[in-house]
Every structure is written in C-alpha cells, then in structure tokens.
C-alpha cells in the first residue's frame, strides 16, 4: 500500500550537530551543544526545557536570525515564528496593519484582507477592533495578535516560541487550539514550551537541558516512563520508577501525578492522559 499519511513525509527543517556559543564580558557561553534534529512535515514537535535550557536561541537558529558557531541548518519549506517577546514581532500600528503587513508579501488580494483579518482574530479569540493600535495591546493580546499574523500566512511550518507565556489558561488553550486547527489541516507544528501539559497536543518531544538534546520520543512515554501499561499487567513501573521527565528535573503535571497515584491504587487508563481534557476522555468512557 502507498504510505500517504502526512505524517510520513520528508524532514522539513533539518539541523545537523549546531552549537551556538555566545561571547559575554566573562566567558564563552555556550547555549546550544551538538543540536541534531530533524523536524518531519505534517508532526506537531513539543520542544521543552527550562528557562536558560536553550528554546529561543534554538528557535533563532530555525529562523536564521541567530550564527551558529558549528554546524548546519537546511529549511524547505516557508516557516513562520511566534516569539517569546511580541515586542520583537508586532511591526503593525494598528492590529489591521500588523496582520496585513506580512500577507501582503505573500501576494494575498486585496478583497480578502477584511475577511482574513476578522478570520484570525476569531481564531485566537482576540476581541478587539482591527483598528486598535498595537501599542494599545496588553502582553497576552500582543502574543494573540503574533499568533494570529502568523496563522494568517498559513505557512507550511510554524514555530511557536512560548507563545502562550503571558496568556491566562482559557487564552493558552485558545492558542493551542488555533495550532491543532492548522496542524490539521497539515501544517507542521514546532511548539516551544515550559508547560508539560501541552505535551498532549505533540506527537513527539525533545527535552533541551543545558542547550543538549536530553531526551527526545513519545510524550506519554517522557511523562510516565518507558513501558507501555499493557506489557506490564501490575503497573509497577509506571509508579516505582522515574519518569524521563523526572529523571530530568522537570516538574511532573498535575494530571500525571493524579494519574500515577491512581494507577499505584489499581486503577487502569488506556491511553495514560497528559492533561485535564484527556483526563475527562478518559472518564467518558467509562
Ligand atoms: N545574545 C546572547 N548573549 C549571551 N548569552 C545569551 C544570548 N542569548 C541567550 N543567551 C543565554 O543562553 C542561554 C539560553 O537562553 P534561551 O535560548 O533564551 O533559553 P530559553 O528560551 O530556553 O529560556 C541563557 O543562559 C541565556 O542567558
Ligand atoms: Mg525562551
């Protein structure tokens, strides 16, 4: 049978043993170490790590906007970015401009902007007039309206570098949301993030510690261990023995910890949920 699924399609963004080191009035700082990865078209890639770990020089290095010291980076595919600081993405005066702006390099007709503009505000769920200028925009509406100038482009591979940091949790999964719609509809998805609950939303994640590759697999396999539960009839691994994430030092999500507790009591999940709404999928069908 022809293999057709999207998921099997070529490397879109391939970095090959990149180390980023910047100079600093004291010593050499290296933040990126012998980086390798290869970024598949049409998968959603969570890459998670704590503050300093390495997510926004890795993402420079993505967009080209960051010298690597050694190594190689090949891109075939149009990539947009959603940075950590909106500061550094708005260009706009208004919310209008600041979506137009990139869509009108793109060729887009001037009779659909309207309709674009109100499309993508909706999406990310950012109620406000397209008139509003941008320096009027709290943090959380400024990350909004970067999501929503990047969807706008409905380029092949999206970057997103924290992009839900400064937003409350009904506007982070507005956001994710957005991201899954477009995953969907084929778009390649590299989500940056510190929350390990996002992880629900990736097909698979690289842990970045010290600007290494700590551990890079499935997401249910890093947040509750190796063995899937049903190789392994009493659970016991799953509840004695440290997760990747734990063995890493990352704080483990709510839900997981729920979750493991229960299992140490019998209880049995298939599959093992990663955050509250799998949780609740997980009860439904029951
Ligand atoms: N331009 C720079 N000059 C010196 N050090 C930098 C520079 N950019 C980032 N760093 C350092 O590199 C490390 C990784 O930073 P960063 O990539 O922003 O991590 P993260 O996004 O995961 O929080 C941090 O310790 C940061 O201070
Ligand atoms: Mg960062």
């Not at 010291?69 to 090949?74: H, K």
Request: proline share 6%.
């Amino acid at each position: 049978m022809i293999e057709t699924n999207r998921r099997s399609m070529a490397p879109s963004l391939t970095l090959t043993g990149v180390w980023v080191a910047f100079t600093t009035a004291e010593a050499p700082y290296t933040a990126l170490r012998n980086v390798t990865l290869a970024v598949t078209g049409g998968e959603w890639l969570a890459i998670v790590g704590p503050n300093g770990g390495g997510k926004s020089t890795l993402a420079r290095v993505m967009a080209g906007l960051c010298p690597v010291s050694r190594g190689n980076i090949a891109c075939d595919v149009p990539v947009a970015f959603v940075w950590q600081n909106p500061d550094a993405q708005i260009v706009g005066d208004t919310v209008r401009e600041d979506i137009q702006f990139g869509l009108e390099a793109t060729g887009a007709a001037a009779s659909d902007m309207d309709s674009i503009v109100r499309d993508v505000l909706a999406q990310v769920g950012l109620n406000v007039a397209p008139d509003t200028p941008t320096a009027a925009l709290s943090g959380g509406q400024q990350q909004l309206l970067a999501t929503a100038s990047s969807l706008a482009l409905q380029p092949a591979l999206i970057v997103f570098d924290e992009a839900t940091s400064m937003l409350d949790p009904a506007a982070r999964v507005r956001v994710l949301e957005a991201a899954k719609r477009l995953h969907n509809g084929g778009t390649t998805i590299v989500w940056m993030t510190q929350w390990l609950e996002e992880l629900a939303y990736a097909d698979r994640v690289i842990a970045l510690a010290d600007g290494a590759i700590a551990y890079e697999g499935d997401p249910r396999a890093f947040l509750y261990g190796d063995d899937p539960p049903e190789t392994d009839a009493t659970n016991s691994s799953l509840t004695d023995c440290m997760s990747p994430c734990e063995r890493l030092g990352f704080e483990v999500p709510f839900t997981v910890r729920l979750t493991r507790e229960l299992l140490r009591l019998g209880a049995q999940f298939s599959p093992l949920p990663m955050d509250p709404e799998q949780w609740a999928r997980c009860l439904e069908s029951r």
